[in-house]
């Protein structure tokens, strides 16, 4: 029996390990609980976490070891390859080097500080001195927010699978960031960018990123499938991401599809595309290439991927000469005009797939106060309206 009581009363617990080289039976103790329930319940994380791989003898792993075992986690959880091979090169680069090789059980809120305060200080690239010389640069407060958050995620994730009693971090203060206000293009530079796209295979990407908000990668995963013509209606159902150059299919950000109406400039861009594409089949061939029915190709059908496209894009703004060269910029112009439109928070967030209406509202925070104002002109004029017909009457 893995749960017992023993005479002092409390419930102790026993989880069986895996058997010795000859066969022998291998137990360790997890300690001992005041209640029955208590001990049940921590039976069964430690049997969670042995299942896991982690090791039930907390004394022996390292902060190294358990970044290990938290980057595994995340990835059964079904995190995206990107996410994955983002966080592995900040553990990499920002975390095991400097405290990597401690024991978890010695880790303090002291040593957390430290590390923060060296990554903040010299935690950049080295840079080399006309000199000669190489001086350590200084590393961004985001950078170091990513690093320390990714550090107590993993820290966290020790705490429910009891390895930790407490998590260092949360005697720390990480450091504070000022979010930018997101970029948009004004009128004239929309103007001036669709100028430049026109006619080109290019012109149907611009106009759709900027008639729909999508982003990059999820432009770049559309097939002609994706198109309902008959409603004028694009589905965007999975994103395309480039991880060190091997090209990979995934959800989209929020992990839900989302159809989104097309305007009469999408479903225009959209036939001229049609038409681009049917011309460079017929002159290549057999060797046309664009077997998944890719919505946006290159010249031999193959599918654009997000970086082709954030590269054309940065060539058509240089030459339409306006202030970004920043492709995603495309989506928080959309969102610019979704809202100070008029249109509300949660219709915006659903047009462009975020998860839940407060992430419009932290990202577009800005544009608010300019939106209410022209609501509130709207309701004098229309309260005034309403004045001036009543002393007519």
């Not at 306006?322 to 112009?333: A, N, V």
């Amino acid at each position: 029996m893995s749960v017992y009581r023993r005479k002092s009363g409390r419930y102790a617990v026993l989880i069986d390990l895996e058997p010795t080289a000859d066969g022998r039976r291998q137990r360790k103790s997890i300690g001992t609980y005041r209640t029955r329930k208590e001990a049940e319940s921590a039976e069964r994380k430690a049997l969670e976490a042995r299942d896991r791989g982690i090791d039930l003898s907390p004394k022996t792993v390292t902060v190294s070891e358990l970044l290990d075992r938290y980057l595994n986690d995340r990835q059964a959880l079904g995190r995206g390859a990107k996410t994955l091979q983002e966080y592995r090169d900040c553990a990499d680069r920002r975390i095991r080097p400097y405290l990597g090789g401690m024991a978890l059980a010695k880790l303090r809120p002291a040593h957390v500080a430290e590390w923060q305060a060296i990554l903040l200080a010299q935690g950049g690239k080295a840079k080399r001195l006309a000199d000669g010389s190489l001086a350590s640069q200084t590393l961004s407060a985001k950078s170091v927010f990513h690093a320390f958050s990714l550090l107590n995620g993993a820290l966290r994730f020790a705490l429910r699978m009891e390895l930790i009693f407490r998590n260092p971090c949360e005697a720390v203060s990480r450091p504070s960031l000022v979010r930018s206000e997101a970029k948009a293009l004004n009128e004239s530079e929309v103007a001036a960018l669709l100028r430049a796209v026109r006619a080109t295979r290019w012109e149907a990407f611009i106009v759709l990123a900027l008639c729909t908000g999508a982003r990059r990668g999820e432009l770049c995963a559309l097939n002609w499938d994706d198109v309902d013509h008959a409603r004028s209606v694009l589905h965007i159902r999975k994103s395309l991401c480039d991880v060190r150059g091997k090209i990979t299919v995934k959800t989209t950000k929020s992990g839900k599809s989302r159809s989104i109406p097309l305007s009469r400039m999408a479903t225009d861009a959209l036939r001229k595309l049609s038409a681009i594409q049917a011309r460079e089949r017929l002159a290549v061939g057999p060797a046309y290439q664009n077997i998944e029915n890719a919505l946006f190709t290159d010249e031999v059908g193959r599918r654009i991927t997000p970086m082709a496209a954030s590269c054309a894009f940065e060539r058509f703004a240089r030459k339409a000469k306006i202030s970004t060269t920043r492709l995603h910029d495309l989506r928080h112009t959309a969102a610019t005009t979704l809202l100070v439109s008029g249109i509300d928070v949660r219709t915006t967030a659903g047009i462009l797939g975020h998860a839940s209406p407060t992430i419009t509202l932290s990202t577009y925070a800005h544009l608010m106060p300019e939106a209410q104002r022209d609501a509130v002109d709207r309701l004098g004029e229309r309260i005034e309206s309403l004045c001036a017909e009543g002393s007519l009457n």
